[in-house]
């Protein structure tokens, strides 16, 4: 089956930039028709879709980032990287990534931005 797995710092730094990565195994991130999402969940908040990478290559994110954010794919290490720029104390929540045919899901990684 499918495994993600999420990886990057734990603490940003307000105005720095904020990379996180999605390891997958058990398929391939260019499989036709799969989609690869980043989330993530602020505390006592809901979940919040942030952008999507497509098997095409193609990109989509939420409008609230604002610009902010990147999604690059890396087909060679079948991972994908989440880039959100200028982070700020409200960028702090779980961060996951998911997908694959089942649309699994990582265990998260908690990212905190400082006042």
């Known amino acids: 089956q499918v495994q993600l797995r999420e990886s990057g710092p734990g603490l940003v730094k307000p105005s720095q930039t904020l990379s996180l990565t999605c390891i997958v195994s058990?398929?391939?991130?260019?499989?036709?028709?799969?989609?690869w999402t980043w989330i993530r969940q602020p505390p006592g908040r809901g979940l919040e879709w942030m952008g999507v990478?497509?098997?095409?290559?193609?990109?989509y994110y939420n409008p609230s980032l604002k610009n902010r954010a990147s999604i690059l794919r890396d087909t060679s290490k079948n991972q994908f990287t989440l880039t959100l720029r200028s982070v700020i104390h409200e960028d702090t929540a779980v961060y996951y990534c998911?997908?694959?045919?089942?649309?699994?899901w990582g265990q998260g990684t908690q990212v905190t931005v400082p006042l």
């Open positions: 998911a997908g694959g045919p089942d649309e699994s």
């Open positions: 990478v497509r098997s095409d290559g193609s990109t």
């Open positions: 058990g398929d391939s991130i260019t499989t036709k028709a799969s989609d």
